[in-house]
Nanobody
Framework: QVQLVEAGGGLVQPGGSLRLSCAAS????????MSWVRQAPGKGLEWVSD????????YYADSVKGRFTISRDNAKNTLYLQMNSLKPEDTAVYYC?????????????????WGKGTLVTVSS
């Protein structure tokens, strides 16, 4: 069974930092590109960041570029999101998501699984 378990969320002041993690199991983690998506209160899902299966290439939404860093440790089957210079508008439930397609050579795969999420609240 595919399982994605996010952790690391919490309350942080504006300008602060958090590091999220996603523990993956039930599939060959190193063969799949991974994503972080988020859902702000009362809003829809928003894509945040992608990382290729090898970890060599990353992509970011303009809203987080320069502040967030996605990474992965394939030996530990774990995905990370380092979030710096946090803003109130970053407040959301953050989800880890797995691509449907293996390797996704043409970078057009939808996601097929995601975790239950971890809540990040940025407030004074």
């Amino acid at each position: 069974q595919v399982q994605l378990v996010e952790a690391g969320g919490g309350l942080v002041q504006p300008g602060g930092s958090l590091r999220l993690s996603c523990a993956a199991s039930g599939f060959t983690f190193s063969s799949y590109d991974m994503s972080w998506v988020r859902q702000a209160p009362g809003k829809g899902l928003e894509w945040v960041s992608d990382i290729k299966h090898s970890g060599g290439t990353t992509y970011y939404a303009d809203s987080v570029k320069g502040r967030f860093t996605i990474s992965r440790d394939n030996a530990k089957n774990t995905l990370y999101l380092q979030m710096n210079s946090l803003k109130p508008e970053d407040t959301a439930v953050y989800y880890c998501a797995k691509d449907l397609e293996v390797y996704d050579t043409d970078n057009n795969s939808p996601v097929d699984y995601w975790g239950k999420g971890t809540l990040v609240t940025v407030s004074s």
